[in-house]
């Protein structure tokens, strides 16, 4: 008697768990979990160095960069019909361009993509003051109340040789009136085995195309609207999108 | 008792001895266990959580590391001989030098620091450069500590530990300089609805929070500091101390930076700048007015628009602005009781 009491149990557990194998087998899953988000910097194809005057932009000034700071949001993946159920990563992320950037995306529905869509900054939702958790670098990316609230969308930082000199230069960018809207031209294929969406951040963009940015007559863009405006044509097509297994 | 009752009998007293006798085996396997009393630093709505620290921050650690702060024991066989952390860090004065004939970095709010020293030579959090303080500054002899009446039972009490090390003592200071928390100045009240600013203190937020003055990209609200580094151009070439940041990476584009310090008290703190070159806010405003220096490594956001290196304030702006500065004076802080000398 002692025996078999001794053994339902065991055999209760070894029911319990077999009963699993009796029910139906699901679906499988049908999007993938293991997507990472990974931001990369580069200039023109070579990847971003800090701190050296190396690089050439559109108006022919040398330049450096010191610092890169930035939000994105919003990536939205385009399907072929491209309709309102098209995929979005909300965000928001902060990027650090001297930190490793990666961001665990968690599920990402499989798929052709044509291309993609994010904002290099914030949606106005967020863009206000405190509408963001108040981390250090949060706090650091404040746009002050007095000159509209929120947040900077991106700070970019270095310099330039003006009439060979070396000088500096401060892109900085907020207010929802100048929120690049990015568009990201790629096709991309998100397959079942998971792997990485990568962004890559062609900084020289940010000097060119539709407007040639002449760092000599404008260094400083925070507080010009008009400037603002330039820099934040000039990055819709910053970015490239693709996806690595 | 019945045969049923009897069968609970022993699974019932294993349940409440058991548990009672495992308490016992542990306290007498650990003589240096202790209880202490969790604290909290109610922070502001607009303050940033502070880092999470592997101690947890109690009423006994703090007070250890505040008489520790304060005790000239910490230096007893070192290079410091008779100095204790306060001596170069007054409480009236927010934790600087208290004759004012050097500038060196207050004591205030350094839990969301992730550098430490003008140059940055120290990274890591607060238990890290309390390390550096306790090991290289100080090189405190912890033998002093353990052959004292007091400080081994304060530190069992406080950390749970019977034999002292420097690694406790950095500790327990670091606890301490968690406590070392401000949050309430006028503008902090300002911040909180709490209090208005006067008409010329308003003007001089709006020169600080604005492209005229352009303080707040280093001097970010509410910590009043970006915790790093910026060339602002006090000169154009640089040898000694003043290379700053560069003396610690060896980065030319770092030649000249130096932490941004917090402006939390900054009435109370003069000397202004690492080496102390001026003697007080007007003239530190001037200089940012009109005295920035041009070098290659130069902080970019000192360059400004249509105007080279100057933001030309007028002697209004200026006045307005040293107002704004004074309303960043915390006197609740600077007087608080808790932070006094326990001696």
């Given at each position: 008697m002692n025996t078999f009491r001794l053994l339902i149990l065991p055999a209760l557990l070894l029911l319990m768990a077999c009963k699993k194998e009796g029910s139906p087998t699901p679906a499988p899953d049908p999007v993938p979990s293991n997507f990472t988000l990974k931001l990369e910097h580069h200039v023109d194809g070579a990847l971003l160095d800090y701190d050296t005057l190396r690089y050439i932009n559109e108006a022919g000034h040398a330049?450096?960069?010191?610092?890169?700071?930035?939000?994105?949001?919003?990536?939205?993946?385009?399907?072929?019909?491209?309709?309102?159920?098209?995929?979005?990563?909300?965000?928001?992320?902060?990027?650090?361009?001297?930190?490793?950037?990666?961001?665990?995306?968690?599920?990402?529905?499989?798929?052709?993509?044509?291309?993609?869509?994010?904002?290099?900054?914030?949606?106005?939702?967020?863009?206000?003051?405190?509408?963001?958790?108040?981390?250090?670098?949060?706090?650091?990316?404040?746009?002050?109340?007095?000159?509209?609230?929120?947040?900077?969308?991106?700070?970019?930082?270095?310099?330039?040789?003006?009439?060979?000199?070396?000088?500096?230069?401060?892109?900085?960018?907020?207010?929802?009136?100048?929120?690049?809207?990015?568009?990201?031209?790629?096709?991309?294929?998100?397959?079942?085995?998971?792997?990485?969406?990568?962004?890559?951040?062609?900084?020289?963009?940010v000097f060119r195309t539709p407007h040639t940015y002449d760092l000599s007559s404008g260094s400083y863009s925070m507080g010009s609207m008009t400037l603002m405006a330039l820099l934040s044509d000039n990055c819709a097509d910053a970015f490239t999108i693709a996806c690595t297994p | 008792m019945s045969r049923g009752l009897r069968r609970l009998v022993g699974p019932v007293l294993l349940l409440v001895l058991g548990p009672s006798c495992q308490r016992n085996t542990a306290e007498e396997a650990d003589p240096c266990a202790t209880q202490t009393s969790p604290h909290n630093i109610v922070l502001p709505f607009y303050f940033p959580a502070p880092p999470v620290f592997s101690d947890p921050l109690t009423l006994e650690g703090m007070a250890l590391g505040r008489r520790l702060y304060y005790d000239t024991l910490l230096s007893r066989n070192g290079p410091l001989q008779g100095l204790a952390c306060a001596t170069c860090h007054d409480q009236a004065r927010s934790f600087t030098v208290p004759n004012g004939t050097v500038n060196v970095l207050p004591h205030v709010n350094l839990a969301w620091n992730s550098s430490f020293l003008w140059n940055g030579k120290v990274s890591g959090n607060l238990q890290d450069i309390m390390r550096f303080e306790v090991s290289d500054f100080f090189q405190v002899d912890v033998n002093v500590l353990r052959s004292h009446p007091e400080y081994p039972e304060l530190f069992r009490k406080a950390l749970g530990t019977c034999w002292i090390t420097r690694e406790d003592v950095a500790r327990a200071l670091a606890q301490w300089f968690r406590r070392l928390t401000s949050t309430h100045s006028k503008f902090d009240r300002y911040l909180r609805y709490e209090e208005m600013l006067t008409a010329q203190e308003v003007s001089g937020m709006s020169i600080f929070l604005s492209e005229t003055g352009d303080c707040f990209h280093c001097h970010a609200v509410p910590l009043m500091t970006d915790n790093r580094f910026h060339?602002?151009?006090?000169?154009?070439?640089?040898?000694?101390?003043?290379?700053?940041?560069?003396?610690?990476?060896?980065?030319?584009?770092?030649?000249?930076?130096?932490?941004?310090?917090?402006?939390?008290?900054?009435a109370l703190t003069a000397p202004y700048m690492h080496d102390g070159r001026f003697a007080t806010l007007e003239e530190v405003v001037d200089f940012y007015s009109s005295g920035v220096q041009h070098s290659p490594s130069l902080d970019p956001i000192m360059t400004k628009p249509g105007t080279g290196l100057t933001i030309g304030l007028t002697p209004q702006q200026k006045a307005d602005l040293v107002a704004f500065l004074h309303t960043l004076t915390d006197t609740a802080f600077v007087n608080d009781p808790e932070l006094r000398n326990p001696f």
């Open positions: 330049f450096s960069i010191t610092r890169l700071e930035y939000y994105i949001s919003g990536i939205r993946l385009l399907t072929a019909d491209s309709s309102d159920d098209d995929p979005v990563i909300p965000g928001p992320f902060y990027i650090n361009g001297m930190a490793s950037n990666s961001f665990d995306l968690g599920a990402v529905p499989l798929g052709e993509y044509t291309g993609a869509t994010l904002l290099l900054g914030l949606p106005d939702t967020l863009n206000v003051t405190g509408g963001l958790p108040n981390t250090l670098e949060n706090v650091n990316m404040a746009w002050p109340v007095g000159m509209g609230g929120g947040y900077h969308f991106m700070k970019f930082e270095g310099h330039f040789l003006n009439s060979g000199l070396p000088t500096g230069y401060a892109m900085h960018l907020g207010r929802n009136e100048n929120l690049p809207q990015c568009v990201l031209q790629q096709p991309f294929t998100v397959g079942s085995s998971g792997g990485t969406v990568i962004l890559h951040f062609n900084l020289n963009e | 060339n602002i151009g006090l000169q154009s070439t640089f040898t000694g101390f003043d290379v700053g940041r560069y003396a610690v990476t060896g980065n030319p584009i770092e030649m000249g930076a130096f932490k941004t310090p917090t402006l939390r008290n900054i």
